[in-house]
C-alpha cells in the first residue's frame, strides 16, 4: 500500500484527513510550475505592481491551480463527501478569480462573469450529488464555460489560463463527487 500521511486538521479542507505522499508532491509541484510557467511567459502580469499585491496575486494564482488537482484526490473528495455544510461553504468562500484580477489590475468584469457562472455552476452539480447524472450535468456545464471563457474580451492569456483552471477546479473537481463515499472512516490507522 502506499504511504499516506494524516494531514492536519487546519489543512483537512484542502487534502482531506490522509493523502498519498505522491499526491501531495504531484499538488504542489503543478500549483507553483504552472504558476511559475505564467511568471516567466508574462511578466509584465507582476511588473508594475507593489510587491505585497504580486506576492498576494501568486499564492491566490498558486491556489486555484493546486487546488484544482487536490479536488480529484480521493482524499479530498472523500472528506467532502461526508460534509455537506462544509461543502457548500467551501463552493461560497472562492472569490479567487475575482481577487487575482484586482490584485493584477485586468479583467475585472471578466472575471465576475467567470466567477458567478462557476458558483452557480457548481451549486447545480453539487444538488446532483448521489445522483448518476451528477457527473454529465457536471461535464455539461464545464464544456459550456470552457467554450465560452475564449469568448470573452480582452483577456489577457494568463488570465484565461487562471479562469480555466479556476472553473475546472470548483465546478468540476470540487463539485463533483468523484469517489461516491470515503475509503475510510475517521479514527482508522494510516
Known amino acids: ?20 505522499i505522491g499526491s501531495l508532491l504531484a499538488i504542489l509541484l503543478f500549483g507553483a510550475l504552472l504558476t511559475g510557467a505564467l511568471l516567466w511567459r508574462f511578466p ?5 505592481l507593489p510587491l505585497w499585491r504580486s506576492i498576494l496575486a501568486c499564492l491566490l494564482i498558486f491556489d486555484i491551480f493546486a487546488g484544482c488537482i487536490a479536488n480529484f484526490t480521493a482524499s479530498t473528495s472523500n472528506f467532502y463527501a461526508t460534509r455537506s455544510k462544509n461543502r ?3 463552493i461560497g468562500i472562492h472569490v479567487h478569480i475575482v481577487l487575482v484580477a ?26 446532483f450529488i448521489g445522483r448518476p447524472s451528477q457527473l454529465f450535468i ?10 465560452l471563457l475564449p469568448l470573452l474580451p480582452n483577456l489577457q492569456p494568463y488570465m484565461l489560463t487562471t479562469c480555466i483552471l479556476f472553473m475546472i477546479k470548483v465546478l468540476f473537481s470540487f463539485a463533483v463527487d468523484h469517489y461516491g463515499k470515503p475509503f475510510h472512516k475517521v479514527g482508522d490507522k494510516v
Open 1 to 20: 500500500m502506499k504511504k499516506q500521511l494524516r494531514i492536519p486538521s487546519f489543512l483537512h479542507d484542502v487534502f482531506g484527513e490522509k493523502q498519498h
Open 44 to 48: 509584465e502580469m507582476i511588473d508594475s
Open 88 to 90: 457548500i461553504v467551501f
Open 102 to 127: 484586482l490584485l493584477l489590475g485586468v479583467n475585472v468584469e471578466q472575471s465576475i462573469a467567470v466567477w458567478a457562472y462557476t458558483i452557480i455552476g457548481a451549486f447545480i452539480v453539487n444538488s
Open 138 to 147: 457536471a461535464g455539461i456545464l464545464l464544456s459550456i464555460g470552457l467554450g
